[in-house]
């Protein structure tokens, strides 16, 4: 009998059955670094320890419940969170908001939420290009926290109402008699469906529904003079559908299950982890729980298929989660790491938030590494230890670190604390001998040295993978 | 010895692909020109181009009669045939034409013209008229999405400070906007190319990701490089511009993949006063233009290469009281470069046969569009302009 390969696996059985411990896949530093990683930006040295001891169920418990950062949330987090937002919406700057979103990633005690904040951002990709209200992005923002687990239809619904959306999609000019195809396409392609789901009769005929659903005074209002109410027949379905209805036929749709699927997988999964049948397997169970997100995404993460070995370090590290990764593993804490500098070293590195390149959010994966992108991360690596320029009042007291979490100054001990917070490994003796040999003969002192070797992991190719 | 170019267009080069810094297989592909090679570099000219002025039909007795204060005389400008002349600021333009670098796409216009910058101005990158079906997407944006380039990977690359121009934001095409050379270079110490591993990785995400960063560090050599090059170093690019068609060069000798870069020249709304203001702008525009093609040619890059200049609009016939000019309608388009067919195109629309006051249409710029994209780029303009225009001999 032929010894079953990973394709042959027969398709019965639930490729999301819960991961368990055992021998080939122990519950170990690597599996914790790799939780934090996907479900979160990455976990200090206390944090890994902890969920260590406590195993995978506890500690994805307190990712799914928004409380795998508790030590290091400052107690006033939702009041500055807060103050931060509104100061930047009032501001006129967009790094401003962007320093407002990476203080709640860093700060906040709610990781996982805001990592699916960052996912709806992407699928219902607006920019303030032409928005140009960063008060309505900031709402438009909470709207994705607000609903981030939500089924799928409530947070469809809420964005469709939301301004910044409104204006992002011209709904003001969709009107009864002159409606505008881009609004139904986008929906259609993008929101719910994906391509080849629908005709292009449908995207006219959603349109129409969504006639009357505009603007008015920087709020949303439904304008019955502007809204078609003739039949239409969409996907099928003839009535005179309003755009509650269309937002109901777009959810039932099975396609849109497997769209969402298909996001999910790639918010937590890395390249080539996800065959179609599994996708097919998730999105069969959203379609049976009214698209729960908060389902979905922690099936996956209990899954065995989340935490096997094919999964691990098999994904390219977005520019928020290469910068908010090692400052959360560096504990940037107190003093507090600049969060409007971390927002700019995450928009030099290629990923401007509230700013996605198209309608078709960001490519992700292998296109962050851009020749740009990669000069700004190895910019970035030198940058962050060493003092004001990296957003942090002094340089970074690397051997302090590594000390405090009982570990020896010299070099080899050093490097295996780093390699370990950072990469969630034990370094083989060539990849240290690698790593000592580019550390440079002219560091002052011991301190000096145990930045260089942050920088140089940082810069590393093993840590742009995550 | 074999010559660099024999030496880059052997196959062996190419095959060694995956380990060679992409720059230089890239370099090794634009050897054998292919469409694919090929760049576009968009000056837009701010606020509206005297056309009259700059494309002098000294000829038409309408010239004297509307321009008194802002008239150029016939005998100093440089004179392409006996209808028209440039404005005598653009000499050195002069030469480009003679020297077979320069078209003039003449009374370059569309119907019912709008007088409002911002109107005019999203035409022009839009492509449409419809002021409804002026969404978010640009006409070379449009154009661009329909490669399949690779993803992620920028194809247009804004010059300037500011958010991206509509003309090039596409659906799925990816537009980048920088305005120092600092995106590009390395700070001290960033250098850590030391820690890369010798070896290629087994896996294949990691052999990308070495492969990708060692690309990296080679375009950030050869863009600091670039920096201190004996050519151009010595030369004086006074004016921003200028600053920004060298950066271009440097970026393109980087190895960068874009292949449309698009920069403003501003100034040109010249309501009082028109005359000093007008000839420094065609006076830095002629000599960056100059400057450029000359960098081309010294960088082995002259074939790849094509410059467009355009305005919103140009302005009216007759001068107003002020010394200067209000917003008008048609005016000449530029295009530069080795692989342009030089001379005029069309015809220099009349003085005296005007629309309310203005000049009238001869050419809808979507021809210069279709033409620019299909004949230059390779991409499809009936795509990226959603109609078929006819095409003109530009190349």
């Known amino acids: 009998m032929m010894p079953a390969r990973f394709e042959d696996k027969p398709i019965a059985a639930d490729p999301w059955a819960p991961y368990v411990p055992d021998e080939k896949s122990p519950w170990d530093l690597r599996r914790v670094v790799h939780l934090h990683r996907r479900a979160g930006f990455a976990a200090t040295w206390a944090e890994i320890q902890r969920d260590l001891k406590d195993g995978p169920r506890t500690s994805i418990d307190r990712l799914l419940a928004g409380r795998a950062y508790r030590d290091v949330v400052p107690t006033d987090f939702a009041r500055a969170a807060d103050i931060l937002g509104g100061a930047a919406g009032g501001s006129n700057e967009p790094m401003r908001l962007r320093a407002w979103w990476v203080y709640r990633m860093m700060f906040g005690p709610d990781p996982l939420g805001e990592r699916l904040v960052l996912m709806w951002h992407n699928h219902f990709a607006t920019s303030n290009l032409k928005v140009d209200d960063l008060v309505a992005m900031r709402r438009q923002n909470e709207v994705f926290r607000k609903h981030a687990r939500a089924p799928f239809g409530e947070l469809l619904d809420a964005v469709l109402r939301d301004p910044a959306m409104l204006i992002w999609l011209d709904a003001p000019a969709n009107r009864k008699g002159h409606p505008n195809e881009n609004l139904g396409r986008e929906l259609m392609e993008l929101f719910t469906l994906g391509i080849g789901n629908y005709t292009e009769t449908d995207v006219k005929e959603a349109a129409r529904a969504l006639t009357g659903w505009s603007i008015e005074d920087d709020a949303f209002a439904e304008v019955d003079s502007a809204h078609d109410p003739g039949e239409k027949t969409i996907l099928g379905k003839k009535g005179r559908w309003k755009a509650t209805d269309l937002i109901r036929i777009l959810v039932e749709h099975p396609a849109t299950a497997r769209r969402l699927a298909y996001r999910i997988g790639q918010l937590l999964l890395g390249e080539k982890a996800m065959r179609s049948t599994d996708i097919d397997a998730l999105a069969a169970g959203l379609r049976r729980r009214n698209l729960d997100i908060g389902w979905a995404v922690e099936t996956v993460l209990r899954s065995r298929l989340f935490f096997a070995d094919e999964n691990i370090g098999n994904r390219v590290l977005a520019p928020v989660e290469y910068v908010l990764g090692a400052a959360r593993a560096l504990e940037l804490f107190e003093p507090p790491a600049n969060t409007f500098i971390l927002a700019e070293w995450v928009t030099r590195l290629g990923q401007e938030l509230f700013y996605p390149p198209n309608v078709g959010g960001w490519p992700g994966g292998r296109a962050w590494l851009t020749s740009r992108s990669l000069i700004a991360r190895a910019n970035f690596a030198v940058t962050i230890v060493s003092g004001q320029r990296g957003g942090l009042a002094e340089p970074l007291d690397a051997l302090g670190l590594a000390r405090r979490h009982g570990q020896g100054g010299d070099r080899e001990s050093v490097i295996r604390f780093f390699s370990r917070v950072l990469l969630g490994r034990e370094p083989s003796p060539a990849w240290c001998q690698r790593l000592m040999a580019a550390l440079g003969a002219d560091a002052r002192d011991e301190s000096e040295i145990a930045r260089r070797i942050v920088s140089r992991i940082l810069a590393m190719p093993e840590f742009q993978l995550g | ?395």
């Open chain 2, 1 to 395: 010895m074999l010559s660099r170019r024999a030496f880059l267009q052997s196959s062996t080069l190419l095959a060694l692909a995956p380990t060679v810094p992409g720059f230089l297989a890239r370099t090794a592909r634009a050897a054998q020109p292919q469409r694919d090679g090929r760049v576009l570099v968009v000056i837009q000219l701010d606020g509206g181009n005297d056309g009259i002025n700059t494309v002098v039909p000294f000829a038409d007795e309408g010239y004297a009669k509307y321009r008194r204060a802002l008239r150029l005389p016939k005998d100093r400008l440089i004179k392409i045939n006996d209808r028209v002349g440039l404005h005598p600021a653009m000499g050195v333009a002069g030469k480009l034409l003679e020297g077979g670098q320069l078209a003039i796409v003449q009374g370059v216009g569309y119907p019912n013209p709008s007088r409002s910058h911002f109107r005019s101005m999203a035409i022009w990158h839009s492509a449409s008229t419809d002021p409804e079906e002026q969404n978010s997407l640009g006409w070379l944006g449009r154009g661009l999405d329909t490669t399949s380039s690779k993803p992620g990977e920028t194809s247009a690359l804004f010059l300037g400070s500011g958010a991206v121009p509509l003309a090039v934001r596409g659906r799925r095409a990816v537009a980048s906007a920088i305005e120092r050379d600092e995106d590009f270079l390395l700070a001290p110490g960033a250098d850590a190319r030391r820690v890369i591993s010798k070896e290629e990785p087994a896996d294949e995400l990691s052999a990308f990701v070495r492969r990708s960063m060692l690309d990296a560090y080679t375009t950030a050599d050869r863009l600091a490089e670039s920096a201190h090059s004996g050519g151009s170093s010595g030369r004086n690019f006074g004016s921003s511009l200028g600053t920004q068609l060298h950066m271009i060069i440097r970026l393109l000798k980087s190895g960068i993949g874009a292949r449309v870069f698009y920069t403003l020249h501003g100034g040109y709304d010249t309501h009082a006063g028109q005359l000093p203001n007008h000839a420094r702008l065609l006076t830095d525009l002629s000599f960056s233009l100059q400057a450029f093609l000359g960098e081309l040619k010294e960088a082995s890059l002259a074939e790849r290469v094509v410059v467009l200049c355009f305005s919103e609009f140009g302005r009216r016939v007759e001068e107003n009281a002020s010394a200067g000019t209000d917003h008008g309608t048609a005016g000449p388009v530029f295009l530069a470069g080795q692989a342009v067919k030089a001379g005029l195109v069309g015809q220099p629309p009349s003085l005296t046969d005007l629309a309310n006051g203005d000049l009238k249409m001869g050419i809808d710029f979507r021809r210069v569009y279709a033409t620019v994209l299909e004949d230059w780029l390779g991409l499809s303009a009936q795509q990226a302009l959603g109609a078929t225009y006819e095409r003109l001999p530009l190349f």
